[in-house]
């Protein structure tokens, strides 16, 4: 079966850090990834998804930034934090373009 | 913008009863819809699909209408329980998914 993993879980970092979040899919290939944000209370956004190794496309223009350097792992990274880079960050995968997603654990981000 | 939307933010269901979410979509090309749970601090969990070729499918205690005429969306579930107090996303495929901003339902007691 497959599994998606996130880490780290809990994330607590300065305004002006670097981050760096992975996201790993086990049992399954070529999936297409996707990266979401969540404010709280707040619905979900979509930050960046990919249908392979090396592409990516970014949805909305913003401070962050995803890599994607093999098949299965998808990260997400920023040079600089900045407040409103705080949220509840939410790693996807599905087996096609507008297929059923299925939702890692997630990574809650505090930027001070 | 999102252009998958729900009536409500709030909702408020009585243990035991049927609780109704509803869901309105604006794409009338979308052809799978697609309703998710998610618990506070979690990763949200797929309950049920559609596509757009039916305009009723059933679960365990849940329910899906679709009415393409009015582009709209409902998750029924039965015999609400505590475990079903989240937050409920409907979402659209065209393409790639869009979600909805959710309901959060609230069981009284």
């Known amino acids: 079966s497959q599994t998606i993993h996130q880490w780290p879980a809990t994330l607590v970092q300065p305004v002006g850090s670097p981050l760096s979040l992975e996201c790993t899919v086990e049992g399954t290939s070529n999936p297409n990834l996707y990266w979401y944000r969540q404010a709280a209370g707040r619905g979900l956004q979509l930050l960046f998804y990919?249908?392979?190794?090396?592409?990516i496309s970014s949805e909305v223009p913003q401070n962050l930034s995803a890599s994607r350097p093999q098949d299965r792992q998808f990260i997400l990274s920023s040079k600089k934090l900045l407040l409103s880079d705080s949220g509840f960050y939410l790693c996807?995968?599905?087996?096609?373009?507008?297929?059923?997603?299925?939702f890692g654990p997630g990574t809650r981000l505090t930027v001070t | 913008g999102e252009s998958v939307g729900l009536h409500l933010p709030t909702l408020s269901v009585q243990e035991g009863d049927n609780s109704i979410i509803n869901c309105a979509y604006s794409?009338?090309?979308?052809?799978?819809f697609i309703w998710y749970k998610q618990e506070s601090g979690k990763g949200p969990q797929f309950i049920i699909d559609?596509?757009?070729?039916?305009d009723k499918r059933q679960g365990q205690r849940v329910t899906v209408l679709l009415n393409k005429t009015v582009k709209h969306l409902s998750l029924q579930i039965a015999a609400t329980q505590p475990g079903d107090s989240a937050v409920y996303f409907c979402?659209?495929?065209?393409?790639?998914?869009?979600f909805g901003k959710g309901t959060r339902l609230h069981i009284l007691p």
């Open positions: 990919s249908v392979g190794i090396g592409q």
């Open positions: 979402a659209e495929n065209d393409d790639k998914i869009i």
């Open positions: 996807a995968w599905s087996a096609g373009q507008g297929s059923e997603q299925y």
């Open positions: 794409n009338s090309a979308s052809d799978y």
């Open positions: 559609i596509r757009s070729n039916m």
